[in-house]
C-alpha cells in the first residue's frame, strides 16, 4: 500500500512538474490573446481535451511506436525542440491580429489555437509526451499503474483547465497591452527552453557531460 501511494505521489509530482499549469497560464493568455471570453474559454476546453488524447495516445502506443519506426526517444526530444522554437519565434515576432479579422474568423480561431499551439505543444509538448512514455513503460509498470498514471493525468489536466479558465479575469485585469508584452516575454522564455531540450538531447546523444 505504501509503495502504490509513493509511486502516486511520483507520477502526480512529475506530471505536474512538467505540464506545469501555474507557468501554462502566461502561455496560454498569450496564444489566446485575439479571442474574445467566449473563444478563449472554448480554446481551453478543446485544447485540454485534445492534449489528454495526445498523452494517452503516447501512454498506450508510444513505446510501441517509436521502436516501430525506429526513432530513439534522443529523436523525438531534438524534433520537439525544434517545434516548440518555431512557435516561440512566431510569439515574439508576430504581431496581433485586429478586431475586425479576429471577429470573422474567432470560430475558427479558436478551433487551431486549441489544436495548435494549445493542445501541442504547449500542454501535451515533447517533454510531456516523454514523460507519459516513461511513466507507462510497459517493462516496468503492470496494467493497474498505468491506468492510474492516466487517472493522475486526467486530476493534473483537470486543474490546468480551471487555471486556463479562471485565466480570462487575470487577463482583464493585465490588459491586452500587457498580454501582448507577456506574450512576447514568454516567447523568449520558451525558445530557451526549446533550445535546452535539444541541446541536452544531443549532449545525451554525444555522451558530453550536462550543460
Known amino acids: 500500500m505504501l509503495e502504490d ?7 502526480f509530482i512529475t506530471l505536474w512538474a512538467m505540464l506545469d499549469p501555474i507557468s501554462h497560464l502566461p502561455l496560454f493568455l498569450g496564444a489566446t490573446a485575439d479571442l474574445d471570453r467566449q473563444e478563449r474559454q472554448r480554446s481551453a476546453l478543446m485544447g485540454v481535451g485534445f492534449a489528454f488524447l495526445i498523452l494517452v495516445f503516447f501512454g498506450i502506443a508510444g513505446q510501441y511506436l517509436l521502436h516501430a519506426m525506429g526513432i530513439s526517444l534522443i529523436s523525438f526530444q531534438i524534433a520537439g525542440g525544434i ?3 518555431l512557435f516561440s519565434t512566431s510569439m515574439v515576432l508576430s504581431e496581433p491580429s485586429s478586431p475586425a479579422a479576429v471577429q470573422a474568423s474567432a470560430p475558427n480561431n479558436a478551433l487551431n489555437v486549441a489544436v ?3 493542445g501541442t505543444p504547449i500542454i501535451a ?3 510531456a509526451m516523454l514523460s507519459i512514455i516513461i511513466l507507462t513503460d510497459n517493462n516496468r509498470f503492470t496494467l493497474s499503474q498505468q491506468m ?3 487517472a493522475v493525468l486526467a486530476v493534473v489536466l483537470g486543474l490546468l483547465l480551471v487555471i486556463f479558465l479562471l485565466g480570462d479575469r487575470i487577463g482583464r485585469i493585465i490588459g491586452r ?3 501582448n508584452v507577456l506574450r512576447r516575454v514568454m516567447g523568449v522564455i520558451l525558445a530557451a527552453l526549446s533550445v535546452n531540450l535539444i541541446v541536452s538531447a544531443l549532449a545525451q546523444w554525444l555522451n558530453l557531460p550536462p550543460i
Not at 501511494?5 to 507520477?11: A, C, G, V
Open 83 to 85: 517545434i516548440l522554437l
Open 116 to 118: 495548435y499551439p494549445l
Open 148 to 150: 492510474t498514471t492516466f
Open 5 to 11: 501511494q509513493n509511486l502516486l505521489l511520483t507520477q
Open 125 to 127: 509538448g515533447p517533454g
Open 177 to 179: 497591452g500587457g498580454t
